[in-house]
């Protein structure tokens, strides 16, 4: 498979995606709304053959973001799905750890770090906040570290 290959394949779930960059030639960026998150993520593990490397969260100016990472190694392409999250009082998005277990951890992370509910997460007890943390306190939240 070329690296234009799965550029092209990506048109098959165009309608799902509010955007499709390529700035260099061996990295992706695919964007997306968060209700639209866990079938492009599908699409590259099972349909591109992807490998899932991480996800990571930010507290972007009027959302939130979720990106994930994912390898595409016949090529040595990265593709990056940005996830957009806009309801900053209750933010939430739907588990890609039912059928990528390997995402169960990175998802605990950000919902620790950043309050992002991962609806249908088997498991979202606290990962790396310690036990007497306070609750609905999120360290990486612009408004928490603002007060320092």
Same mark, same amino acid.
């Given at each position: 498979?070329?690296?234009? #290959?799965?550029?092209?394949?990506?048109?098959?779930?165009?309608?799902?995606?509010?955007?499709?960059?390529? +700035?260099? #030639?061996?990295?992706?960026?695919?964007?997306? +709304?968060?209700?639209?998150?866990?079938?492009?993520?599908?699409?590259?593990? #099972?349909?591109?053959?992807?490998?899932?490397?991480?996800?990571?969260?930010? @507290?972007?100016? @009027?959302?939130?973001?979720?990106?994930?990472?994912?390898?595409?190694?016949?090529?040595?392409?990265?593709?990056?799905? +940005?996830?957009?999250?806009?309801?900053?009082?209750?933010?939430?998005?739907?588990?890609?750890?039912?059928?990528?277990?390997?995402?169960?951890?990175?998802?605990?992370?950000?919902?620790?770090?950043?309050?992002?509910?991962?609806?249908?997460? *088997?498991?979202?007890?606290?990962?790396?906040?310690?036990?007497?943390? *306070?609750?609905?306190?999120?360290?990486?939240? +612009?408004?928490?570290?603002?007060? @320092?």
């Amino acid at each position: 498979m070329n690296q234009e #290959e799965p550029n092209h394949r990506l048109l098959v779930i165009k309608d799902k995606l509010d955007a499709i960059e390529q +700035k260099t #030639e061996n990295r992706i960026y695919l964007t997306c +709304k968060a209700e639209n998150a866990c079938a492009v993520n599908r699409f590259l593990l #099972e349909d591109i053959g992807a490998r899932f490397c991480v996800a990571t969260g930010i @507290d972007a100016d @009027d959302c939130f973001e979720i990106i994930y990472h994912y390898s595409y190694d016949q090529t040595g392409c990265c593709i990056n799905i +940005k996830a957009i999250i806009s309801d900053r009082e209750k933010p939430a998005i739907e588990s890609i750890t039912p059928f990528l277990p390997a995402a169960e951890w990175a998802e605990r992370e950000i919902r620790d770090i950043l309050g992002i509910d991962f609806k249908n997460h *088997p498991n979202l007890r606290r990962l790396i906040l310690a036990d007497d943390w *306070p609750e609905g306190v999120y360290p990486m939240r +612009k408004e928490v570290r603002s007060k @320092d």
